[in-house]
């Protein structure tokens, strides 16, 4: 299972962070701990509230350390900029993930080898962003249609939990098991215990943000739970 330690970027700053304020630095440390992988998201571009370009920039080009960049990415000029930043897997927002053309449009511009989709749920239910209205679409129906566009990485996320250290959608992602994608499990990880769970149900990947700056895991507690 892939660990990927989680950056949010907030007005330049590691957004809801009462620790580490310098997102490149934070960056380095985690990557001197052992981390193999970055999720990136920067959260003024994902709202329309600015962008902090420069710093992921600066990001994606830590050497040696790929990053999986997301935040909302809607259009195919999201996913360009993205790519143009540096990074090394972009994840695609799940507007863009139920809406066949532009999911289509994306495919045709990047290796679906190089791209994630983002599967945002509220109560088990796909959402585009946290107050929408929930899709028609459900969460397998929206794997299936990023597996049959070449896109075979997603990134289960659900948006209750996400940065609360309640715990993770467990089942919830484990059911989207054998649908042909890797699945990446976000929002809520908080322990070794529910990496372990993880890694169990038979998951790709888990996203660790809040929890590795409150200290209530570590990156190398976090890495020993995953292989």
Same mark, same amino acid.
């Given at each position: ?12 700053r ?22 193999t992988? %970055?999720?990136?998201v ?19 080009r ?57 599967v ?49 959608? %467990? ?57």
């Amino acid at each position: 299972m892939q660990l990927y330690p989680a950056i949010d970027i907030q007005g330049g700053r590691v957004a809801r962070s009462t620790g580490p304020a310098d997102p490149l630095a934070w960056a380095g440390h985690l990557v001197a701990c052992g981390a193999t992988w %970055l999720h990136v998201v920067d959260l003024d571009r994902a709202f329309g509230a600015g962008e902090n370009d420069a710093l992921v920039r600066d990001i994606t080009r830590l050497a040696g350390v790929p990053v999986q960049l997301g935040g909302l990415l809607a259009t195919p000029e999201d996913v360009d900029r993205a790519f143009a930043l540096g990074a090394t897997r972009v994840v695609v927002g799940t507007a863009a993930l139920a809406d066949p053309s532009i999911t289509e449009t994306i495919v045709s511009r990047h290796a679906g080898s190089r791209l994630a989709g983002s599967v945002d749920v509220r109560r088990g239910r796909a959402v585009r962003h946290g107050a929408s209205p929930p899709l028609s679409q459900s969460p397998a129906d929206l794997v299936t249609r990023a597996v049959a566009a070449g896109i075979t990485v997603v990134v289960y996320r659900d948006l209750e939990r996400d940065g609360t250290l309640a715990g993770p959608d %467990l089942e919830g992602a484990a059911r989207l098991n054998g649908l042909g994608a890797e699945i990446i499990l976000a929002g809520g990880i908080a322990s070794q215990a529910h990496l372990l769970a993880a890694r169990d149900a038979g998951l790709a990947g888990a996203i660790l943000g809040r929890a590795l700056i409150e200290g209530t895991i570590t990156v190398e507690e976090a890495l020993a739970c995953s292989s």
